[in-house]
């Protein structure tokens, strides 16, 4: 009888094909057993509520976990009409609450002075009328952005982060993030994703951004990747990445911890910028962490699971 | 979060109620016939009075059991025709020496005319019947084979219907074979019932133990039942032209932002009036009047907004991967649907339908169980063992 935790498999494959020792193989996390741990540590309400980002950043808020300042809530038409432009700061961003994979976005980095002078301008210096961001922000309410089947979103006007200079100088353009994976308080991997030119400045691995290990005790970048070739240096900016010490790495560290107790999932992804003025800020909790982060720092999440929980996490139920 | 919000779905009791409500509706669906009540043998039916019902064609097994020979035709019922004919090639093929056989005078449109008078056993809707034949020069009719009404007593004929009793016949062609003919004999709906557990697990090894991603699970099972009703060539054809026909239409209705529902009715709307056109001017009237041609349409539509939703989210590329997966998925599991020793289980009620069942939902269950790596992921991750252990 195979043990369910697919020793079996990897030890039979191991032996006709050359993948690897069977032994290293069961250090790596696959789908099957993330989607056991998902269905194991994260029950739906914590799912839906991390779903909606304004309610996941007053939970957050209240155990102390800085997140990124709100302007304004709009929650439906009445409230974008009394939306007040005047009083508005000078660079903003715009999200939809329950946006997908950051569908809808918007970052206003200046007011735009020119024409009657009520437009802005966009961090790529695109200008947008007032009226061209109103009907995009119809669209948001009108869930068009949305996960799911949703008819109605709320437009989240936040401060717009302004990247530290340590990782900024790193870039060609866009906002890094780390992203921490955690087991219930106790994070396990973490890594920084770094936009490139071919992400076009997002941080989405999956688009071609770069991806650097960060050690947990440390917070120094050990290793990079960049499609699935290991890297020292970032290929557009050139700068050296390994040995690269992230910012108020302590406070990152007791940030992440605490996201576990304030959303209710024992098995997430904690996302965090470093704003240069407000230090870590934690963007966004997800439920369904990706396992890509292995790949990232070398390390199988089963190896970091087993030592901190001391079960065998993928024994059956 | 208020209570008010985890009403549905976190409550254990509001999931369980869902599925029972589910199950319900499904077993509403199902034919209310229990499985082996509608497997009663045709002499069961003639016993109790019952009458069993033929189409306007039926295919026939001809024995000539002094040559040990065995043809199969096709048979057209001929109420106006009192002796069963049959042609001059299908006498030769059974052996019969039409030379010395008794002789009788047959009046037909054509007049009058000698033909010989054959004994033959005729195997027809699971029953075996001793009969006696004319033999006629048939090569210039379509028709090889007339049934008679002195042989069709205790049938009762629908003519709307072709090859009712069919699939009971005991000596078609092996399945899986005639899964790439054109038309495939459509298994009976109890003895599907009980071989899909089976199907749907090639979705299920395919997701759990390759980690490959078809659209859901339930598209490619659904898929292969399509393509065991009509055939995989046809079925093929068919979901060929719908998806080229989706991603024409995609344009012309992404504008009208419209809710998924809506989408899905537009599509099944413009399909089925393709089926109708092609049914009215095209080479084979019978297909749009079969409404067994419905059913992969609308697997089809189903598939089609699958991939639009892929598409949107994913891109175009991994939307066309999708629908290759899911269509190979669909193939592999449709000689499953028809093979030899699933349909035999299926069709032997009381006891095996419920083997067939219990092993579908076992092995389900087994596989599901399974929290080791797919097969793709000994590619994806081959960077993650680099440091191995740290």
Known sequence: MPTADGRALTEILGAFVPIGKGRDWDEVMGMNAR??????????????????????????????????????????????????????????????????????????????????????????????????????????????????????????????????????????????????????????????????????????????????????????????????????????????????????????????????????????????????????????????????????????????????????????? | MGEASGRFGTNGWGRLLASLLALVVLLLAVPPEPVWAQQTTAAERESSGDSTTIGATEQVVLVNDEAGEEVEVLGRVDTGAFYTSIGEEVADALGIDTENAERITARSTLGEEERPLVEVTMRIAGQERNIRATVADRSDVADRMLIGRQDLTGFTVDTAQEQLATPSSPTREPPVLALFDFPAPPPNPSSLLAALPIAVLVAVVFRILIGIQTFGIFAPVLLSLAFVQVGLPAGLVILGTMLVAGLIVEPLLRPLKMPRVARLAVILGLVCGALLALGQFGPDPSASRNWTAAFPVVVATIVIEQFWGSWEQEGFRQALVGALWTTLAAIAAAPLLVSKPITWLAEHPPIYPFVLVAVGVGLSVLIGLYRGLRLSEFIRFRPALSKGKS
Request: hydrophobic share 35%.
């Open chain 1, 35 to 317: 989607t056991y741990l998902v269905n194991k540590e994260n029950p739906p309400r914590a799912i839906r509520l991390v779903d909606n980002k304004q309610k996941t950043k007053d939970v957050l808020e209240a155990v102390g976990v800085p997140v990124p300042p709100t302007i304004e809530v709009l929650r439906d038409r009445r409230d974008l009409a009394d939306l007040d432009w005047d009083n508005l700061p000078d660079s903003w961003e715009l999200k939809p609450n329950m946006g997908r994979q950051g569908a809808g976005l918007v970052n206003i980095a200046e007011r735009d002075d020119s024409g009657d002078g009520t437009g802005w301008r966009t961090g790529s210096g695109r200008p947008l009328s007032r009226s061209e961001l109103v009907a995009h922000m119809r669209r948001v309410l009108d869930g068009e952005f949305s996960s799911g089947e949703v008819e109605q979103d709320w437009v989240l006007l936040e401060k717009l982060i302004v990247p530290h200079e340590t990782l900024a100088g790193m870039v060609p353009q866009g906002l890094p993030d780390l992203r921490m994976i955690c087991y219930r308080s106790e994070p396990l991997l973490a890594m920084i994703r770094l936009p490139t030119t071919a992400s076009d400045g997002r941080a989405n691995l999956h688009q071609g951004a770069l991806g650097a290990a960060v050690d947990l005790g440390s917070g120094k970048v050990t290793r990079a990747l960049f499609k699935g070739e290991e890297v020292s240096e970032h290929p557009d900016t050139g700068q050296n990445l390994i040995g690269v010490e992230v910012p108020y790495w302590n406070e990152t560290l007791d940030s992440a911890s605490r996201c576990s107790d304030a959303t209710g999932l024992g098995y997430l992804g904690v996302d965090v910028v470093i704003d240069e003025d407000l230090g870590p800020l934690v963007l966004e909790v997800n439920a369904r962490p990706g396992l890509q982060v292995q790949n990232v720092t070398g390390v199988g999440l089963a190896t970091r699971l087993r030592g901190i929980d001391g079960q065998h996490w993928s024994s059956p139920v």
